[in-house]
């Protein structure tokens, strides 16, 4: 089965505000996580990633948390606009070749 | 920059019907390549990857192969459609130390 999996299948915010996605992990061995973003009718799109080495990782109003000791990852995105509505995935490589394990994703809702 | 592309975008067909989606890379060499599928509400499954060209891993058994004649071409068939074989097929690629980029997929339904 998936070794991957997400808190909430679907998460409601209001614009403006700030957004936490959530992910827990299984294999204590997997060394690098990314966060993908999809849109409806597209493939997914590489959002941010992170390597165990790693606590925290910013990019542009997003934010990754990797916490080892209870194998849990967040996507944290600022100031939340209605163009981040999508599915949000976190996915997990503990192999070679970037086979990633991807979690069922979480449906981010905007509302105006 | 590196692109992929994937065609084609919808396909309708019916069961028993044979089957070809292409995916190309342009702009990297050597890159590793992906065929996912995507059930509706569900996550990515790795069907196929390929390290080189002629060079298939298969993932999960079932009615679907993958070719890789060239090395930015990815190919995924199947002789026999089957109506579990609808989906969203994605295909994506890497190279060393870089995260997978995909496609915008191809949507099959089978009838």
């Known amino acids: 089965g998936e070794s991957v999996g997400l808190h909430l299948p679907t998460l409601s915010v209001q614009e403006g505000d700030n957004s936490i996605i959530n992910c827990a992990y299984s294999n204590s061995a997997s060394d690098y996580f990314i966060w993908y973003k999809q849109e409806s009718g597209k493939g997914p799109q590489f959002i941010i990633d992170?390597?165990?080495?790693?606590d925290k990782r910013q990019g542009q109003r997003v934010t990754v948390l990797l916490n080892k000791t209870v194998k849990h990852l967040s996507l944290q995105i600022a100031a939340t606009q209605p163009g981040d509505s999508a599915v949000y995935f976190c996915?997990?490589?503990?192999?070679?070749?970037?086979?990633?394990?991807f979690g069922k994703g979480t449906l981010l809702t905007v509302n105006p | 920059s590196q692109t992929i592309h994937q065609w084609p975008a919808t396909l309708v067909q019916p069961v028993g019907s044979p089957l070809s989606l292409e995916c190309t890379v342009e702009g990297t060499s050597n890159p590793n390549l992906y065929w996912y599928r995507q059930a509706a509400g569900r996550g990515l499954q790795l069907l196929f990857y390929s390290v080189g060209i002629g060079q298939i891993s298969s993932e999960v058994p079932q009615n679907l192969s993958a070719s890789r004649p060239q090395d930015r071409q990815f190919i995924l068939s199947s002789k026999k459609l089957l109506l579990s074989d609808s989906g969203f097929y994605l295909c994506?690629?890497?190279?060393?130390?870089?995260?997978?980029?995909f496609g915008n997929g191809t949507r099959l339904t089978v009838t």
């Open positions: 996915a997990e490589n503990s192999g070679s070749n970037y086979k990633l394990t």
């Open positions: 992170i390597r165990s080495n790693m």
């Open positions: 994506a690629w890497s190279v060393l130390d870089s995260p997978l980029h």
